[in-house]
Every structure is written in C-alpha cells, then in structure tokens.
C-alpha cells in the first residue's frame, strides 16, 4: 500500500479532527490510507492474518492499555479519538475486496506471514544468491510474531528499532495494518501512543522544513494537545515507518546535522535520520518497513533487530488463507439468491480440491509463498464460480493485482529517472515472457533470464537499478521450478501471469526491431529538421533556379510516412500471430479457456500423466485475450497509473489490425469450446461496437458439452445480448445449465429461432423462466428442444 502525495496536507488537518466527523469528511483521508488512489496491496489480504482472539468488527478501540502518562481528562480522550480514527482509517476495504460480499471483513481472515530474523551479516550475502531463493526459518530461531519483535534480543539487550524488510508481495503493508488495529484494539498494551507515517508522504515534501511535531498534527491533529508529553513517554511511544525506500536518508554529519529539539523544523528526512539516530526522542520504539535494496541506507547500529518477511512459507498457512477467505458467507452467493445450499457445498469442495492441489502440485505451492498471490488465487476462483459484478474480466483482475502491488512504486529513489517499478518490470519480464510464448516453451534457463534482464545495459546506473529489481521484485514474477526433470530452471509465478506479460509487452509497443528503433529515431530526426530545411529550401528556390530543391523537398515529407507504413505492417504482424494463435487448430478439442485457469488452480481429477510420457505443446489461448482486455479503456486507465500508458491513437490502431484479422479467420465454424474463447475475447475488450462488427456474421450459437457456469453464462450474454440480428440457432445441450443461467442468458434467447436447452436438468424453477420468454414480446423462437 502506499499513503500519500496525491493529498494536500492541508485536508489532512480539517479531517481529523473531532471524533464525531462524518464519514464524508474523513473520505479523502481514508482514500488516502486506504488504496484507490495509491493502490498497494490493501493492508490486511493477500499477507493475511488471523486474530486467534476472535474478530474485532463491529467493536470499539479499548483503553485498557492505557497507563500513567495520558491520565488526564483531555489526553486520555485524545489517545481514544486518535485510536477510532486510526481503527477507521485502516478498516477500510478497497474495491478489490468489495466483491467477496457485503459483510466480508478483513479482520476475519488474516493469517500471519512468518517473520525470520536475521543479522546484518546476511544481508550482506551477494545479491544473486538472494534474487529467487526460499528463505526458510533458520533452525533454532522460531518466527518472530507482532508481539515479539520489540522483546530483548539474545543478550538481554532492549529492543528500540526493528526493521522488517521483504520483497515486493510479501506482506509489509499487511502487518502494518494489523500492527496499527491491534493497537487499535487494545491487543498491543506495551505502547500507550502509536503513531503511523508513510514514507512516501513525506518524501513528497521534499525539503520543506517541518518540525516533527508539525508533522504529527498537520497528520493527527486529535494528538495536537498532547504533542508536549511525547518526549515523556519513552518506550511506550512507537512511530512506524512505512515504505522507507521511499526516503533518500544521509546519516552522514555533513549531510544531516544534530537535532534533538522535536519543535525545530527539519526537512523530514533529517527529522527521520535523527529519530533513528536516536538523538531525537531517544527512548521511543520505531517500527520501519522497506524493501530489501533500501535495509543498508540505515547504518546497522542504529538497528535492534532484523525481521525478514518470509511470506506464506508453510503450506499450512496457505491453507488457512484459503479456508478463511473462501467459506466467507457472502462468497458466491447466487445470483438472486437461488442455489444458497448447492453454493456452500461448492465453496466446500473448492477449498477441498485447491488443499489437494497443493499438497500434490508444488509449484503452486511455490507461487503461494507470496501472500499476495493468494489472493489473487481467490480473486480468480471467484471470477471463475460466483456471479461476475458488471464490467469485471480477467484481465481486470490481473491488472488491478499489480495496481495492488506496484502502484506509486519507483525502482529507486535515489536515482534521478524515477522510473517506475512497473514500467521496468513490463519491458524487462514482459520481453522475456514474449519470447517465452513465441517459442512456445514455459521454462527458463539462468542464461534466458540473464539475456532479458541484461541486454542493452551500458552504464552504471543501468546496473544499480537491475541490482534494486533483482532484491525487491524478481521473486515477485519469477519461482524457482519444483517439478521434476526441470532442476535449475525458473518459471512465470502462475502460467497466466506469463501470458499477461508478454500481452503488456506487445500492447506498450516494447517489441520492436533494430530497423523499428533505428527507423523511428531517423523518422523523428528528419520530422523535426524537415519543416526548418523545407522552410530555406523555399527560399532559396524563388531566388536561385535549382530544378533538384523541390525534389529534395518532397523527400523529407517521404521518410515519415513510409516509417509509419512499416510500423503498421507491424502491427498487422502482431494481430496476425495473436489471431492464428486463438484459432490454432492443434487446440480445437481443448477445454475453453476459462476451465483452464480453474484446472491450473484446483488441479485435474483423475490420473497424471507419467513422467516419462513426451510433454504436450504449451497452450497459450489466454495471450490472446489478455490483448484484447489490456486494450480496454478500463484498463487502459489502470496500467497509465502504474506507468505504463497506452496512447488512445496506438489502441486505436492496434485495434483495426485485430478486427481486420478477426474478420477473415472469424466466420470460420469453431467448435464449441473455441467458440466460446472467441466469445471471450470480446468480453474481455469492453468495446460492443467492436464485437457488434465482427461478430456481424455469427448466426449459430453451438456451445453443446461446455459447462455453462456463472461467469460463462455472463460472458455470453454480455456480448452477444446486445446484438441486433436474429440467431438461426443456439444449441446450449448437456451444458449444465441451471436457472440462474437461464435468467442470465434471457437476452441472448430472445434473439433465437431454434433454442436447445436438452439434457440439463433444469427442474421444475425453469418453467416460469421459460413461460416468461415464450410470452416475452420480443421473443423470435419457432423451435424449442
């Protein structure tokens, strides 16, 4: 998660203030902490938590940790409004979590990452050896836990700065969020006062001077009153840091001088090095997260203790995870409430089939080591077996994941690019994914992931930040691969992540040819000496009769556009490969697309295949849908946030390439599954004139034998109930239907001439749906089966 600098200090203090605010006030406050405008990953899920002292929704902060120090009437009322705005603040859920149900809460689901500790020593350990490696507890040293880490250490010394590091998707934000709501709630009694800073809303100050008092009230101003009895209260103050890479810190004399006056305005980073000096408020506990790069830019003897976040490392825990999010009750409620009983047997065997999985599939459980990949597992389990919320795709998912993750995260702060986090990792991950599914091959050597990761470096900045990249984020896209016969090669995290990437790499314009990079960079050249030379040619041409001029001049109109000429060639290539793709025939007998993904989650029922067998061909049916649903406006919007735009004009264009293609390779008759991944390329685009165009020409609809489940039924009628010519036919026989599914797909049957609903045991609730559409005044059918 990341807080701050969208805004204005000054909102801050006029939201904060009473107790009795009205949540309007507070909103762009929460926001703020929260995530939509600053999307990490939400404080609390994918690195989840479980408060084995029962949930505390629906209670109030408590005071009972409350000591001598805030004894009078006005503090003690201080320290309780700041604790329920804090407890507020930090409870409140993303857009993301909204769609597990209307009374899901956070608290209820929380699982403890585990926390190593280590030493200086290991941290000093060379960078390769810790880019994709597991850490696992270190025998004899048990998981620290939240109420640990400020216990003495091994010499019976007292513990005042912890520093928790981990790499992107770990859980940093997640145990700052339950830090903050333990305090909250009374469960942290050794801290009278708690106060949060992002470290990112303070580097965005630059350096403005600001006293640390300043910087509490502008933030907290319900602590204004109380801010002189800071200094008094010792250990039992704790600040906590989040994000602290985002901070250029220089505890050298020369660079930050002394300051142990909490009222003298600092820049903030002085404010922070001498907080951590310890010259500043010497007795106070600090808490400070940051990702693996930016531990040694606090000098180790300022440190008590080292916690490295492991993540979800025991597939026990992972298993917890998934039956506390998975069996909430408003998870997959039924689409009008039909089916509750078939719904709670299904969220039971979903848990049931995914803990098989990963007991017998290790490389899923390799992916679950990130916390934050377990919510996207339940993210897509719910995409793929509730009710679909409107507009929601797959590729919506994957990309507001890495909104999550990544949004607001620069690859260094110290360096002068600021470039994004994300923006390096889509042409890095992305080039190395792209290859990936043109060579159709999933698993890769050292040597494939070096040449992406290396290849056209040249200064030493370059360097520095593939050093930051490799410690913070490759574990993120990267695993080490379990299964056997592939030792010592790596692999995407999940499959679709694989596929996600190349597709981003495609749609940014990153692949290009050395004639393509040369070409535009000569294009640009002449564009912008072009209209200065045309300009003296014209002049010398009305004094002096040079017959060669205009000729020369028409030439440097030229180059442009036979540069643009070649660029659309391109982009007709790229549609050509991503359409051949979809309709391979090798993969017309396949399961559809999104019974993929499910199986790669929950595995496959029945017998493996024997590990002497010869491989299958990869399958990448989903690259092309991912192009298509990246292309969106939705998402579009989402990846410009990560920095990663996508121009208007270029999915324009790139959008008539694909509809060209699909329009000659489309009217071909597919089989039922092919037909519905077809069907699910459009849904995943958002753009009904588009597919109103191409799909112009369909007029059977054969799904027979494709189980129809929610998310199928709503891809379906998405698409296609809009459509204004009739349907000769829609065969939906032996496709599990319910009538759920029938209510769904009503727009699409009124459009139908001959409508096939045999073998599917509807049951007697059908009948009404039917009666409805044969009474319906714009039903068109003439035969029902």
Known sequence: MRWGRYLPRASWGSGLGGALQSADERIPF????????????PLGLPSAFVHHRGSS??????????????QGISASEAVECHRRNLAEW???????????????ALDTVHVDPVIRESTPDELLRPPAQLALEHQHPTAGLPPLSLSQLFDPDACGRRVQTVVLYGTVGTGKSTLVRKMVLDWCYGRLPAFELLVPFSCEDLSSLGSAPASLCQLVAQRYTSLKEILPLMAAAGSRLLFVLHGLERLNLDFRLAGTGLCSDPEKPEAPAAIIVNLLRKYMLPEASILVTTRPSAVGRIPSKYVGRYGEICGFSDTNLQKLYFQLRLNQPDCGTGAGGAGISATLAQRDSLVEMLSRNLEGHHQIAAACFLPSYCWLVCATLHFLHAPTPPGQTLTSIYTSFLRLNFSGETLDSTDPSNLSLMAYAARTMGKLAYEGVSSRKTYFSEDDVRGCLEAGLKTEEEFQLLHVFRRDALRFFLAPCVGPGHQGTFVFTVPAMQEYLAALYIVLGLRKTTFQRVGKEVAELVGRVGEDVSLVLGIVAKLLPLRALPLLFNLLKVVPRVFGRVVGKSREAVAQAMVLEMFREEDYYNDDVLDQMGASILGVEGPRRHPDEPPEDEVFELFPMFMGGLLSAQNRAVLAQLGCPIKTLDALENAQAIKKKLGKLGRQVLPPSELLDHLFFHYEFQNQRFSAEVLSSLRQLNLAGVRMTPVKCTVVAAVLGSGRHALDEVNLASCQLDPAGLHTLMPVFLRARKLGLQLNSLGPEACSALRDLLLHDQCQITTLR
């Open 57 to 70: 929704t629906g209670s109030s902060p408590t005071s009972r940790s409350r000591g001598k120090l805030f």
């Open 90 to 104: 930090f409870s409140r859920l993303p857009r993301e979590e909204r769609q597990f149900g209307p009374t899901f």
């Open 30 to 41: 929460l926001i703020h902490w929260s995530w939509p405008l600053k999307g990490k990953l």
